[in-house]
């Protein structure tokens, strides 16, 4: 009699954790110098620059940068832009913008990957909400990084959470469709991809060292995005503002570890 093996979400070793995270604490850091230089009339190119900056003086690497041929070092999305915006000296900030910046850095080979959404000034409440919301989701999805779920366990807590998140804000928001999280280590993007919906008790298990990236990506209207001619950045196709936070994550003994941590 054989049995088949049971697939598992990639592990790491304690030590490759703590290698991970050193890369994520890069990336975190580059994130609040990112946040704290988007004002009115700051650039998507500089913010950039800030953020190559913080990278290359902490020894690492954009990990964005010629990533199969994107141009910069953040993903700089605005408003109704989803993901994967092009730094561009024509996008200039301007009060109540919602900004999502997506930063990856590599150090001593191991990536980092996080993103994060804020205001430029004083919030509109529908998008105050959203991020929120997308915040919230991200909480849930990290929640259930635990040895012995499944890899849509993960998906169905992150569903949940924005299910949760209309209730407590009394609006509906929009599951981006299409797009998720993924395995990360060595590579930036690797198998799994994970769904940010969809039925649990499905896909590879969590065991103890498993990383994931996890990211929702909400918005105040439609699921459905449109990639522009620039074969990179995506929008939605209501012109709805979209949010996006990520946390790459790892499975430990204690509970989620949060290895792309932001200092205060």
């Known amino acids: 009699m054989s049995f088949r093996k049971r697939k598992r979400v990639p592990f790491r070793s304690a030590g490759e954790l703590d290698a991970m995270a050193a890369a994520g604490a890069v990336v975190g850091k580059a994130l609040v110098a990112v946040r704290d230089a988007s004002k009115p009339g700051v650039s998507t190119l500089e913010l950039d620059e800030v953020a190559e900056t913080v990278i290359r003086e902490a020894g690492a690497v954009p990990s964005f940068k010629g990533y199969h041929g994107f141009p910069g070092s953040i993903c700089s999305s605005v408003n109704d832009v989803v993901v994967h915006g092009i730094p561009s000296a024509d996008v200039v900030l301007a009060e109540g913008d919602l900004v999502s910046i997506d930063c990856g850095a590599i150090l ?29 989701s991200m909480e849930a999805g990290i929640a259930a990084m635990i040895e012995g779920n499944r890899l849509t366990d993960i998906s169905h807590a992150i569903e949940l959470g924005t299910r949760a998140a209309e209730k407590k804000f009394d609006r509906h928001f929009g599951i981006v469709d299409g797009y998720g999280g993924h395995g990360i280590g060595r590579e930036m993007h690797m198998d799994p991809f994970l769904p940010n919906e969809g039925a649990p008790g499905k ?62």
């Open 108 to 136: 001593d080979g191991w990536h980092g990957d996080s993103a994060w959404t804020f205001g430029v000034g004083e919030l509109s409440r529908p998008d105050a909400e959203l991020s929120e919301a997308t915040r919230l």
């Open 203 to 264: 896909g590879p298990w969590l065991v103890i060292g498993s990383v994931l990236a996890i990211e929702p990506m909400l918005t105040l209207g439609t699921e459905e995005t449109t990639v522009l001619d620039d074969d990179w950045t995506v929008v939605t196709d209501d012109g709805s503002r979209a949010a996006h936070w990520e946390h790459t994550v790892a499975v430990t003994a204690d509970g989620p570890r949060i290895l792309t941590p932001r200092p205060e």
